[in-house]
C-alpha cells in the first residue's frame, strides 16, 4: 500500500446508526486532516492532527468524533448524523517542518450518505 | 468576503487549447501557492507547487503567483481530454501548516 488509503470508499448510514471511517498514511508524516468536502464549497478542514495530538477542531458539531491512536492511523467516529452531513469526506497527511508544510497528500475518500 | 475565491466553472475547451485557471485572495500573509487536480471519484492530488511570487513551470503546466495584485494562475498548453477534472487552489501562510482552499473550477477538455 502506498500513499494515503481511507475505507470505507462509500458508506450509507441512518441518522440513529454509528459508523467509523478510517485513514491510513504510508508516507511517514507527522500531521493528518479531515476535510469535508461538499458541492460549491470549498474544502472545510474539520481536524488536524499533528504528532498524533489534535492541534484544532474547527467548530465541528460533537457528530464527529476523530482519533489519531499513531502517527499513521486516523479515525472519524460518526453517530446521529443528519442528512447535511452527507459529502465526500477526505483524509490527508503532509510533513509539517518550522516553516510550513509542502502540501497535503490526499486519500480518495469516503463518500457518505446519510437517510 | 471569502478568503480564497475561485470561478466554480464549468470552463469547456476543445482539446489543444491552453486553458487559464485563476483565484483571488485576500490575506497578504499567504506565501505557500498550490494548485491541486481532482478527477472525479477521486481525492485531490498536488499539482503544482509556489513560494512567493513568480512563474514556475512543469511540462504542459505553468503556475504564475502575482502577489502585489493577490492572484494566481495556473495555465495549461496544448489541452488534452485527460485534463478534465476540478481544479482546485489552495494557499497558506508562512509557518503553518493551514491550507486554504478555493471551491474549484471544473475543466472539461472535449476531443
Known amino acids: 500500500e502506498t500513499g494515503v488509503t481511507q475505507t470505507p470508499r462509500h458508506l450509507v448510514m441512518g441518522m440513529t446508526n454509528k459508523k467509523s471511517l478510517k485513514c491510513e498514511q504510508h508516507l511517514g508524516h507527522n500531521a493528518m486532516y479531515w476535510y469535508k468536502q461538499s458541492a460549491k464549497k470549498p474544502l472545510e478542514l474539520m481536524f488536524v492532527?499533528?504528532?498524533?495530538?489534535?492541534?484544532e477542531n474547527n467548530s465541528v458539531p460533537s457528530r464527529f468524533s476523530p482519533e489519531c491512536p499513531n502517527s499513521s492511523h486516523l479515525f472519524l467516529h460518526l453517530h446521529t448524523l443528519q442528512p447535511e452531513d452527507s459529502a465526500l469526506y477526505l483524509c490527508?497527511?503532509?510533513?509539517?517542518?518550522?516553516?510550513?508544510?509542502?502540501?497535503?497528500?490526499f486519500g480518495s475518500g469516503t463518500r457518505l450518505t446519510v437517510v | 468576503q471569502k478568503e480564497v475565491e475561485q470561478d466554480p466553472g464549468p470552463l469547456s475547451v476543445p482539446e489543444g487549447a491552453i486553458v487559464s485557471l485563476n483565484c483571488t485572495y485576500s490575506?497578504?500573509?499567504?506565501?505557500?501557492f498550490m494548485w491541486y487536480r481532482q478527477y472525479s471519484r477521486k481525492g485531490p492530488e498536488l499539482l503544482m507547487y509556489?513560494?512567493?511570487?513568480g512563474n514556475k513551470e512543469d511540462g504542459r503546466f505553468t503556475a504564475q503567483v502575482d502577489k502585489s495584485s493577490k492572484y494566481i494562475s495556473l495555465f495549461i498548453r496544448d489541452s488534452q481530454p485527460s485534463d478534465s477534472a476540478t481544479y482546485l487552489c489552495?494557499?497558506?501562510?508562512?509557518?503553518?501548516?493551514?491550507?486554504?482552499f478555493g471551491t474549484g473550477t471544473r475543466l472539461q477538455v472535449f476531443p
Open positions: 490527508a497527511s503532509s510533513q509539517v517542518s518550522g516553516q510550513g508544510v509542502y502540501g497535503y497528500t
Open positions: 492532527y499533528s504528532l498524533e495530538e489534535r492541534v
Open positions: 490575506n497578504s500573509a499567504f506565501q505557500y
Open positions: 489552495a494557499m497558506s501562510p508562512y509557518n503553518t501548516d493551514k491550507l486554504i
Open positions: 509556489t513560494y512567493s511570487s
